[in-house]
């Protein structure tokens, strides 16, 4: 049976509003191109946000954080280890120089030795085994001598050299240390970066946008002129660039201070078995400088040796990085809050464009909000209350340690997502927004009172006989307590000036005061200068990136995909 002409002509209407671009014209070829594909049912099936809907946000840390990601770093260090240890071997000469644990390794033995583990197919053979042993380093240690002992069999007699002498943190320490490198110096740094940028394009794009008429006299640039705002009533006059350079500019000396010299501050790495007192190390070789042998190994990773260590690191670094990641956080939602204001009704000094097809509500069609913002708020303060909790819980680990600092860096990704995310939605959402020039000028020209503060201090330079601030208090505010608009505040204030007896000069000199241009023109110029530093200190990040050891992992990573 088929709907009636009314319900015909409503589903006609309903498709049209979707716009000339979108190529389907009836709910027959709707539903016949609505068919899922393996790819579309494993992102709907995800019971986890950010691998389902915000896949495009979050997908590349499968490559970082994901259990495959984790098995190769692993297996690698296991590798890695292993090498190490026989390099020391090789010249070691001390009192047990007939009982190395393993001898010299030639290059090709150690080019296979850190191809071991590379299929994923590794992993199945640790779980495998972890399903028995119930401890996963262990089963990836065994793993890792059982494909010694099956592709390498000519070193399959030193297979009791992997993971000699070393406690799981030993391993998996480094494994989390390298990948807080990756994720956090490669991704989420690149992360800020964008959305720094992202801003930065945003003003150039902008800023010469004319607000007010300069007058002829002036050649000057035109300045996005934008009101600026305290305890939510309008203050003084300001500019876009200058607004939305301030928290670019912390953001990016946070990022700054996350260094030191020309590479990132490097997370922690781990050596020194069970409880980090060296016990088993000495034991076995009395005669070798372990506390030198293991700085050597973990810098060789690009980590920070910590020299007094528990079974694991003091997770102090960590939670200091984590602390400044939050701070960089508060800055972008400051931004985020401040620029919603800027869109919400009745201001409106920014718009969302209309793009033909959106739905600006679900069922007010006189409203386009800012939900990509809205949600990136909510996103960024949950990926800060984890960032928090992971800093105070990873050191709060008693005595020497415990499992509760591995089972949350497992987790990491999921911690971290939220950022990516968050800073995707923003970035795509302030490119869909413009100036409303013209509600920016009536507002300016609504509210005098932008201007006082500056007139008032010009009186009190040429010491004004009476009370600089009430005179101007008097004339932009009326009696009932609201605020003098333009039409009523001019009289009033050429009442003033008639009456004051000021030179000519000065009278000019006030008047220009009311130039909203005038006043703005040194903070535009020092914020114009700050985004050539801006861009300065951006490149040099990047070049930052490529100079810290650790990010070799996520350097391999990025030619690889």
């Known amino acids: 049976m088929q709907p009636d002409e009314f319900a015909q002509s409503i589903m006609r209407a309903m498709i049209k509003g979707y ?67 026989a390099c020391l071997m090789e010249k070691y000469q001390g009192v047990h120089r007939d009982k190395k644990i393993i001898p010299g390794l030639t290059p090709d033995d150690e080019k296979k ?104 006299t002036e050649d000057e640039n035109s300045i996005f002129l934008l009101p600026a705002f305290t305890h939510q009533q309008s203050s003084t006059n300001s500019t876009c660039t200058k607004k939305f350079v301030t928290p670019v500019k912390q953001v990016v000396q946070l990022l700054l201070e996350m260094t030191d010299g020309n590479v990132f501050k490097p997370f922690a790495g781990k050596f020194g078995g069970i409880t980090g007192n060296y016990d088993s190390h000495f034991a076995a070789y009395p005669d070798i400088n372990w506390f030198a042998h293991g700085k050597e190994y973990v810098e060789s990773l690009g980590l920070y040796y910590e020299s007094i260590v528990n ?68 996103l960024l303060r949950k990926a800060n209350a984890l960032l928090e909790f992971n800093a105070t819980a990873l050191q709060g680990y008693t005595q020497e340690g415990h499992m509760g600092r591995s089972v949350l860096m497992r987790d990491i990704g999921t911690d971290f997502s939220s950022i990516f995310i968050a800073l995707s939605r923003m970035q795509t959402e302030l490119k869909g927004c413009v100036p409303n ?48 608009t333009r039409a009523e505040f001019m009289p009033r204030f050429e009442t003033f000036l008639a009456e004051s007896g000021f030179s000519p000069e000065l009278c000019a000199e006030l008047r220009s005061c009311m130039n909203p241009t005038q006043l703005v023109r040194p903070i535009e110029k020092q ?28 350097f391999e990573r990025q030619q690889t995909i």
Request: proline residues 4%; glycine residues 6%; charged residues 25%.
């Open 113 to 216: 030795l850190l191809a071991l583990g590379d299929d994923i197919n590794c992993d199945i053979l640790a779980e495998i085994l972890e399903s028995v042993a119930e401890h996963d380093t262990a089963a990836y240690a065994d793993a890792f001598k059982i494909l010694i002992y099956c592709y390498l069999p000519h070193l399959a007699p030193y297979i009791e050299a992997v993971h000699f002498m070393d406690t799981s943190e030993d391993n998996w320490g480094n494994v989390i240390g390298l990948t807080l490198s990756e994720l956090v110096f490669g991704h989420v740094v690149s992360a800020y970066i964008g959305f720094c940028e992202s801003v930065l394009d945003y003003v150039d794009r902008y800023k010469n946008t004319r607000i007010w008429e300069i007058p002829e």
């Open 311 to 378: 079974q694991s690191v003091s997770f102090t670094r960590e939670a200091q990085h984590f602390r400044t990641l939050r701070t960089i956080n508060e800055q972008i939602v400051k931004f985020n809050l401040d620029f919603r204001f800027l869109v919400s009704c009745p201001g409106q000094f920014f718009v969302k464009k209309l793009r033909v097809g959106r739905k600006g509500s679900s069922s007010n069609p006189g409203k386009t909000n800012l939900w990509m913002f809205e949600g990136a708020e909510m």
């Open 19 to 85: 716009g000339p671009e979108f190529k389907y014209n009836s709910p027959g070829e709707l539903l016949a191109a609505a068919v899922a594909t393996p790819e579309d049912i494993a992102r709907l099936m995800e019971p986890f946000p950010a691998r389902g809907r915000y896949r495009k946000s979050t997908d590349f840390l499968t490559q970082v954080t994901s259990g495959y990601a984790l098995g190769r770093k692993r297996y690698r260090l296991f590798a890695l280890r292993l090498i190490s240890l």
């Open 437 to 484: 020039v013209e509600k920016i000028r009536r507002f300016i020209e609504e509210y005098p009172s932008l201007s006082m503060s500056a007139m008032q201090y010009v009186l009190k330079r040429e010491r004004f006989q009476g009370d600089a601030y009430r005179e101007m208090q008097s004339m932009v505010m009326n009696p009932d307590g609201s605020y003098a």
């Open 527 to 554: 914020a114009t200068a700050e985004i050539i530093t801006l861009r300065n200190d951006i490149s040099r990040l990047r070049q930052i990136q490529g100079n810290t050891p650790s990010l070799k992992w996520y």
